[in-house]
């Protein structure tokens, strides 16, 4: 075995950028430093914050709650947990076991929804009905919901787990697709409405390889459900793209993170700053949309469902569930 560059202990990652190898302990440290770094370099959390970490149950997501957790002193922020049973089978069953799991041992409060109850219906019973891309439907569901979870509880900023292959998957996407006004979307930071109608979202693992993030839950006995959605298509463009970043990172260690750097600098002499967007009200739910109706009341409607029935009953079962775990 390879010895820790810090001490006499067994290696348990490489990492090639930093030209170290460390042991589980001096790694767990690392990367909680790295976070950190991560959170004060682009100012992502602030004193007296109330954050909603959204958990999926994968490992990215739930090693973000985990150190975030152990780093709240310092960030001096409230956290909360937020998982969504989206019903797709046992993977799903795997996942919320996980989310609850994980939140438990770190002891924050959380809330779980599950759409089945809901919304009266589970993801894939949703596709079936619309002949839609599960992920397109998907991803109307989690924004949405993170979003009204989060204005429900006056939660002051959403954080995601995307970590660097996910924010450089994004870029290259919009790139090669030609969607340039998309390009914001993958920032560290977008800023919310001033009406408090979309809350601020954020990436504390921006700078953050899948690799470090899967170490450090093996390491530290995260629990996390190993399987990929069985609803993801392996024919996807950013399935493809994902194999490219690998092999690039592994063959020019700093080139990723150099990139998004750079592309956050890039996108600062743009005017393309979040008090430009164009956004109504939507006609149904009152919610910041591009579109009225927006697309998640589209897509109650599409499914029989009414919204405003919808939102009420989710506001409702936010309120209990985040009561009964306080």
Do not use: W
């Not at 937020?82 to 797709?88: D, S, V």
């Not at 993958?186 to 390889?209: F, S």
């Amino acid at each position: 075995m390879v010895s820790c560059s810090l001490c006499d202990s067994n290696a348990v990652i490489t990492l090639k950028y930093a030209r170290m190898r460390l042991c589980a302990s001096h790694f767990t440290r690392f990367l909680k430093r790295r976070v950190l770094r991560t959170v004060k370099r682009y100012g992502l959390i602030n004193s007296g914050d109330k954050v909603l970490i959204a958990v999926s149950g994968g490992k990215d997501s739930s090693v973000l709650a985990h150190i975030l957790s152990s780093l709240s002193s310092e960030l001096k922020a409230d956290l909360i947990g937020f998982h969504i049973n989206l019903g797709i089978y046992e993977y799903s069953l795997k996942a919320e076991k996980s989310a609850r799991a994980l939140l438990d041992n770190i002891k924050i409060p959380y809330i779980i929804l599950n759409l089945k109850d809901t919304l009266g219906m589970t993801l894939p019973e949703m596709v079936r009905k619309l002949r839609r891309p599960p992920c397109a439907v998907c991803g109307i569901l989690k924004r949405y919901l993170m979003n009204l979870t989060a204005v429900t509880i006056n939660a002051t900023k959403v954080a995601t787990g995307h970590v660097l292959e996910d924010v450089m998957q994004f870029i290259l996407k919009e790139f090669l697709t030609s969607n340039f006004d998309r390009l914001t979307k993958m920032r560290p930071l977008i800023e919310g409405t001033p009406d408090g109608k979309l809350v601020t979202k954020i990436k504390p693992l921006y700078e953050i390889r899948e690799k470090e993030t899967l170490t450090y839950a093996i390491v530290n006995n995260i629990p996390f459900v190993h399987e990929r959605c069985p609803l993801v298509d392996d024919s996807m463009m950013i399935l493809q793209i994902k194999k490219f970043i690998v092999e690039l990172e592994y063959n020019h260690p700093s080139l990723c993170i150099s990139f998004v750097r750079h592309y956050n600098k890039f996108l600062k002499k743009l005017p393309l700053d979040d008090s430009l967007r164009d956004y109504i009200e939507c006609n149904i739910c009152s919610m910041p949309s591009s579109s009225s109706p927006c697309s998640f009341c589209r897509l109650l409607l599409s499914l029989g469902i009414s919204p405003k029935d919808a939102i009420e009953k989710i506001k409702e079962h936010v309120k209990s569930k985040l009561k009964n775990t306080s």
